[in-house]
């Protein structure tokens, strides 16, 4: 069965950091590229982050909203990847989830097909 | 990359179809066909319910059904049921392995 389970979340204040980790099991990860997806209270989905599989050279993708302080990785090892958010700012609050990619023979990816439960990151002082 | 635009609510009886847009741009929806739909209950992850604008995954119901034309993507459910009440999210590839979702739209069924 393929699950995915985030997990770091919790109360930050404005500007510090935290890390998120999504464990994959009963697939192989090295094989699917991975994203995550976020929703503040009350609101839509917003796409943060993306990572290529191993395969298509494991590279991110990042939302303008949070270019240049998040880093997406991914430990092939561990099936485990990541989301590094510095400089948090409060507008950061939300649930965020990860999940694994629906794609084609051409690397495309058609949609994001398992997600976890979601982890809580409240950036507030 | 701006939201694509969604009805924020629609509504119908059960039995009766329903249809959900998703106005993007030439930049995702009109460029490529990898457009996604997702459900999501209160307080729950969402579900893919439809991916590559009309394909669906193992397990969704056949009431469940997408399609694109230009820069418009669409998702109809048929024969509506009271389970359909939702939040029903779309998603486009942008290029680049970037994507964005619509807005949402809530589902009532009366």
């Known amino acids: 069965e393929v699950q995915l389970v985030e997990s770091g979340g919790g109360l930050v204040q404005p500007g510090r950091s935290l890390r998120l980790s999504c464990q994959g099991s009963g697939f192989t990860f090295s094989d699917y590229a991975l994203t995550w997806v976020r929703q503040a209270p009350g609101k839509g989905l917003e796409w943060v982050s993306f990572?290529?599989?191993?395969?298509?050279?494991?590279?991110?993708e990042y939302a303008a909203s949070v270019k240049g302080r998040f880093i997406i990785s991914r430990d092939e090892s561990k099936s485990i990847v990541y989301l590094q958010m510095n400089g948090l700012k409060t507008e950061d609050t939300a649930v965020y989830y990860c999940?694994?990619?629906?794609?084609?023979?051409?690397?495309?990816?058609?949609?994001?097909?398992?997600w976890g439960q979601g982890t809580l990151v409240i950036a507030s002082s | 990359q701006s939201a694509l635009t969604q009805p924020a609510f629609v509504s119908g009886s059960p039995g009766q179809s329903v249809t959900i847009s998703c106005i993007g741009t030439s930049s995702d929806v009109g460029s490529y066909n990898f457009v996604s739909w997702y459900q999501q209950d209160p307080g729950k992850a969402p579900k893919l319910m439809i991916y590559?604008?009309?394909k669906r995954p193992s397990g969704v119901s056949n009431r469940f059904s997408g399609s694109k034309s230009g820069n418009t993507a669409s998702l109809t459910i048929s024969g509506l049921q009271a389970e359909d009440e939702a939040d029903y999210y779309c998603?486009?590839?942008?290029?680049?392995?970037?994507?964005?979702f619509g807005g949402g739209t809530k589902l009532t069924v009366l």
């Open positions: 990572i290529r599989s191993r395969p298509y050279g494991g590279s991110p």
């Open positions: 998603c486009s590839y942008a290029g680049g392995s970037t994507f964005v």
């Open positions: 999940a694994r990619a629906v794609y084609d023979s051409r690397g495309y990816t058609l949609g994001f097909d398992y």
């Open positions: 590559d604008a009309n």
